[in-house]
């Protein structure tokens, strides 16, 4: 091999391992506005926000206002806060906070995981519960961001264990091809990805060299429930 073409093969190597090391790269902090309905009727906007926490922590957030309809005459509030640790591309599990606030009820969960014993607590407020903690592993809050990752890897067919209020669930999805969807923020080729292993529907819209977040989903699991995506900075 002469020296120039030895040169243009190191060059080449290099530039592909860029490209590999560019691909699995964190994602930045970010904030995403959506625009959310149900049943087709405007039900409130949400705010989902990324940043970092320090010690090697990140914080995932959402907070959905409702503004409209129902939600806005009962006052409902969301807040889902989420810390974790990158496990590679995966944003592993450290502590989740869930709550709603409504003027007939409030709801809360936390889940916080030790991961020196490799234990996980759920906590809503009639005594705690623990279970075995999996490597990798996600919550409800950050599995959007999972996923969003896991396309932009190239990933077609993703598992996450995802820690719920008993145990981790083996959540399966699939993508089940591009489609245009149009949205508050734009027009898109989007790939559409499916939940494989339960009735409950679940559909993700993603433009995965764009947004680590879907630009659209909805989820049938107590009516038709839609978030569309209005901005992101």
């Not at 902090?29 to 409130?44: C, E, N, Q």
């Not at 950050?142 to 598992?159: F, N, P, S, W």
């Not at 996450?160 to 489609?179: D, S």
């Amino acid at each position: 091999m002469t020296y120039r073409l030895l040169l243009h093969s190191i060059l080449a190597l290099g530039l592909a391992a860029a490209s590999s090391l560019a691909l699995a790269a964190e994602p930045h902090a970010f904030t995403a506005t959506y625009a959310v309905s149900k049943d087709g009727s405007p039900l409130g906007r949400a705010t989902v926000t990324l940043k970092p926490a320090g010690h090697g922590q990140w914080e995932y957030s959402k907070h959905m206002q409702g503004t409209s309809g129902l939600a806005a005459m009962l006052g409902a509030n969301l807040a889902e806060t989420s810390r974790f640790r990158w496990s590679g591309d995966v944003p592993e599990a450290i502590s989740y906070d869930y709550r709603m606030d409504a003027s007939i009820k409030t709801k809360q969960r936390h889940l916080a995981v030790d991961w020196a014993s490799r234990r996980v607590t759920v906590d809503e407020g009639k005594g705690a519960q623990t279970y075995a903690a999996v490597p990798g592993m996600v919550e409800r809050n950050t599995t959007a961001l999972a996923i969003g990752l896991a396309l932009r890897d190239g990933k077609h067919q993703i598992e996450l264990p995802v820690a719920v209020r008993q145990e981790i669930e083996h959540q399966q999805f699939k993508v089940a091809g591009k489609e245009k969807v149009s949205v508050p923020a734009g027009s898109y080729e989007a790939v559409r990805v499916d939940r494989t292993d339960a009735d409950r529907g679940f559909s993700a819209w993603y433009v995965p060299d764009r947004y680590p977040l879907p630009v659209k989903l909805t989820q049938h699991d107590g009516g038709d429930l839609t978030m569309e995506l209005v901005s992101f900075q």
